[in-house]
């Protein structure tokens, strides 16, 4: 009799963790708002800029689903690159605005930024033990107030991250993986070293052109 309770309480075990991974659920990454790089605030010039990124990429949320039997996860891609970006320019310039697209009707700054986020990719490999890799491929076209373009600088974000030790130990347990988030954390170290490292290099090459040209730093009346 015990050994049918058993094989019967296994059964039901086996069959609700196998449902678990068939149906599986929309994970939300949280994904930071406010990165912050090292600037120089003595060069933050007092200069007007706009920046410009199409509704669509800005509005992208991405959902993925690394492996036949994982659950979905989302991130809100467009949004985090859109903060990210501007937060790093307003350390940069006095005074920033954003729009969706560059009209007659906005052409009243010093300068504007265009934001071509082209494609991304997220490889969490194919066991716990795994690296997630995320790239992010993102061009910056900078230009003055007659838009003609200054520089662009083309990006390859990228970074490679993993669960620790003590982590790994506890996706081993698929329950306590759940409940722990650590796959949300994981991918969203992820994403955020990627975009850190995209928006950096846009900075060096930003800080290049300032200290080789200087900036405009007369407001347009």
């Given amino acids: 009799m015990k050994k049918v309770k058993f094989k019967n309480g296994f059964i039901k075990i086996t069959y609700i963790i196998a449902l678990l991974f068939l149906i599986g659920c929309v994970r939300k990454v949280p994904l930071e708002k406010g990165i912050v790089l090292q600037t120089d605030a003595l060069n933050k010039t007092n200069s007007s800029i706009l920046v410009v990124m199409d509704k ?3 509005e992208k949320v991405i959902v993925f689903k690394p492996g036949p039997f994982s659950d979905k996860f989302s991130l809100n891609g467009g949004e ?7 937060s790093f320019v307003s350390s940069q310039f006095q005074e920033v ?19 071509d986020w082209k494609d991304y990719k997220i490889d969490m490999g194919k066991t716990i033990f795994s690296d997630t890799k995320t790239n992010l491929y993102i061009d910056y076209i900078f230009m003055n107030s007659k838009d003609n373009v200054l520089f662009t600088t083309v990006t390859d974000g990228n970074s490679v991250e993993r ?6 130990a506890t996706a081993i347990n698929p329950f306590a993986f759940i409940a722990t988030k650590k796959a949300e954390e994981l991918i969203a170290n992820s994403w955020n070293e990627a975009l850190t490292n995209s928006i ?19 407001k347009k009346k």
């Fill in 56 to 58: 669509s990429s800005s």
């Fill in 200 to 218: 950096s290099q846009f900075g060096i090459q930003l800080q290049d052109y300032a200290n080789t040209f200087s900036f405009n730093y007369s």
């Fill in 163 to 168: 669960l620790s030790g003590q982590a790994i």
């Fill in 97 to 115: 605005d954003f729009a969706n697209e560059l009209s007659e009707n906005n052409k009243s700054y010093d300068y504007y930024l265009k934001i």
């Fill in 80 to 86: 985090s690159i859109e903060s990210n970006i501007l």
